[in-house]
């Protein structure tokens, strides 16, 4: 009957002279390990702006929109949202783009408080056809960098290429597509629509 109540002040005294396992948090700082999963940052120079950030992301903590009269495509984290769950790293493209931090504390009473909120914003790239978007400059940029001599084959590669030593001439849209915007800005689609009208019909008519 004695042997439990040994054992529990063997554990009592063991425990009051051992470090604790808790810390004093808030009272002081807690630092968290390297691995501790806190609030997402970008990293601009890494980010291509593919949005792949803002798909995979389940509570829609992150926001992408576009702005086509400015061709500027802005991101936005609501940290308020955010449950620390680390798809937009895992999802990211470039695997440097978006990066959890150790960050874990941004308490307020405020909803609107400035501290909850990161945005970032990208150069967007303008079909010179249809005049949609065909993605971020940077992302086009990345694309070529992975494809390697073989990306030099590709118009839009080339001409953003160029457009980092001068400015380019932009044309306006047309009323018909032409075989000479083989060698322009387009999208997919347009791309698509001027190799069948090259292949298969007549640009003089």
Do not use: W
Request: with cysteine; aromatic share 10%.
């Amino acid at each position: 009957m004695y042997l439990p109540k040994i054992r529990e002040i063997k554990e009592a005294l063991t425990s009051f002279f051992s470090k604790p396992y808790t810390t004093k948090f808030p009272k002081e700082k807690f630092t968290p390990e390297p691995e501790f999963r806190g609030f997402p940052r970008y990293y601009e120079e890494d980010c291509v702006g593919c949005g792949t950030c803002a798909q995979g992301c389940p509570p829609g903590a992150i926001t992408m929109s576009d702005d086509l009269e400015q061709k500027k495509r802005k991101f936005v984290i609501n940290y308020g949202s955010c449950i620390h769950c680390g798809q937009c790293q895992e999802n990211c493209i470039t695997e440097k783009g978006i990066r959890l931090t150790t960050e874990y504390s941004l308490a307020t009473m405020d909803q609107n408080d400035p501290r909850l909120f990161e945005t970032l914003e990208k150069e967007l790239l303008i079909c010179e056809v249809c005049n949609n978007i065909i993605c971020a400059k940077d992302h086009i940029d990345f694309i070529r960098k992975r494809l390697g001599a073989k990306g030099y084959s590709h118009p839009n590669i080339l001409l953003n290429l160029q457009s980092n030593f001068h400015a380019l001439e932009i044309s306006k849209p047309k009323s018909r597509i032409r075989r000479e915007d083989q060698f322009k800005l387009v999208c997919p689609k347009c791309r698509q629509k001027i190799v069948v009208e090259d292949e298969f019909y007549s640009f003089t008519r």
